[in-house]
């Protein structure tokens, strides 16, 4: 039976990824940092009474910017694998926090790999480094490959691409099995509720049942190369099972807009967007409503929103100092050596995620009917 240990368990890779090894019949340690209340409600349904005999899964107080803390639960849980998740991962909060950043998501890889190699597991551990796409950043070439130079455009780039060389080095210097996967954006129904994606699909169901008027958001030109989170995991956990430790791309090698995301999130509900207007005057107005289809997805024909309503405004406040205009990656290397193929295309992804959020709000909507208060309100 096989350990693992996951630093950024309470995250959205972290509670898919420690399903994927449960399943696979690992012993699975991760990492959770003390909150003010729980932040574990990504792996509640994972968790294990801890008088049950046949536990595999256990939690421990830690944190990245934390040597000591980190090296104590390597030399106690021993594990065979460490997948390194946590980061402060969110790319506008990082040009808010860049020193914590710096440390967190760039010496905390260090940490890590460093604390394996005093331990004497340099030979024994295998390491995983959540490295992401973000390191391509200010576009030289695409689609983007192991081979494309890098230019990190964030505090949180930055500090990632750290953690890629550090990775990188300490495999070269002391030959340990140490991996990046360059991870394109990923998301699911998990996802962090300040992503874009996330944000647009809770949106979407919010309007469409009634709770919010608007959705304001930054830079519709974007495009990104966006997968789903239960593919990436599978990616991970293949990097690690190889003879020869290397980094990978991780990928699905389309690219979309992020007004196009808008336009099909809004049209699984059954409502139509029209575009109008140009750069920050830019505005989303409801051109139709198919009520049918409406009514198959939100089980209600009354809807809070007009055609001709504005849905969409265009906030400066969410664009970001330095931008990443244009990803989309090239995943052959995963897809020859590592045999990974995702199961997700981007249909199915947004699918997914609307479908989980609109079923999030329509509890709130019968809590409400019911006389409760409903709590999962904040934007
Ligand atoms: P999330 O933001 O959902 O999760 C991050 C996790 O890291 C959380 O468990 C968080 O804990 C934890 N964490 C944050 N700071 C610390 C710290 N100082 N010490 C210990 N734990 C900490 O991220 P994702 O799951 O989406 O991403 C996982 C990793 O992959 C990250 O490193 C991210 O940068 C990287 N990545 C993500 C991509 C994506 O598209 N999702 C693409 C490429 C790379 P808490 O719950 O307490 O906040
Ligand atoms: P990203 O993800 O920065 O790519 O990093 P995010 O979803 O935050 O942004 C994607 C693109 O959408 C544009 N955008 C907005 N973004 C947010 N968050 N909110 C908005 O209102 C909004 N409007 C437009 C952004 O400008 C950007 O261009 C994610 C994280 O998971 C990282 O940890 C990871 O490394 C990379 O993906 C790969």
């Known amino acids: 039976m096989k350990t693992a240990l996951i630093t950024g368990i309470t995250g959205q890779d972290g509670a898919y990824l420690a399903e994927l090894l449960l399943s696979k019949g690992y012993i699975v340690h991760g990492i959770k940092r003390r909150a003010s209340l729980f932040n574990t409600d990504r792996i509640d349904h994972l968790y294990q009474d801890p008088h049950e005999d ?49 440390n967190a998501d760039g010496i905390g890889t260090l940490r890590i ?42 505090p949180y780039a930055v500090a990632k691409l750290y953690g890629y060389w550090i990775t990188v080095n300490y495999r070269e210097a002391y030959g340990m099995y140490a991996c990046n996967g360059i991870l394109f954006n990923h998301e699911s129904p998990l996802r962090g509720e300040t992503f874009v994606t996330r944000k647009i699909t809770r949106a979407v169901a919010k309007i469409a049942l009634g709770f919010q008027k608007n959705l304001y958001m930054g830079n519709l030109d974007a495009k990104r190369d966006w997968g789903h989170a239960k593919d990436y995991v599978d990616a991970m956990w293949r990097i690690l099972q190889q003879d020869e430790p290397e980094d990978y791309v991780i990928a699905t090698g389309v690219t979309t807009k992020v007004r196009d995301f808008i336009k099909m999130a809004f049209e699984l509900v059954g409502f139509t967007l029209k575009f109008e207007g140009e750069g920050l005057e830019e505005k989303g107005i409801l051109e139709s409503i198919d009520k049918e289809k409406a009514f198959e997805v939100l089980g209600t024909s009354t809807f809070n929103v007009k055609v001709g309503d504005v849905l969409v405004n265009v906030d400066p406040a969410y664009f970001r100092p330095t931008e990443v205009d244009l990803l989309i990656g090239d995943p052959n290397k995963a897809m020859t050596k590592l045999d990974w193929k995702p199961k997700y295309d981007l249909k199915l992804l947004v699918e997914d995620m609307v479908l989980s959020d609109v079923s999030l709000f329509k509890r709130d909507v019968h809590l409400m009917k019911g006389g409760h208060k409903v709590l999962n309100q904040a934007e």
């Open 54 to 102: 046949d536990k595999r899964l256990f939690l421990h107080y830690g944190d990245l910017t934390d040597s000591m803390n980190l090296t104590r639960i390597i030399q106690e849980t021993k594990p065979d694998e460490i997948y390194n998740l946590a980061a402060m991962s969110h790319v506008k909060v990082s040009f808010d926090t860049p020193e914590y950043t710096a």
């Open 113 to 154: 790999l460093e604390a394996v190699r005093l331990l004497g597991m340099e030979k024994t551990t295998k390491i995983y480094q959540a490295s992401t796409s973000e390191l391509y950043g200010l576009v030289q070439a695409v689609p983007q490959s192991e081979t494309t130079p890098f230019y990190p455009r964030s």
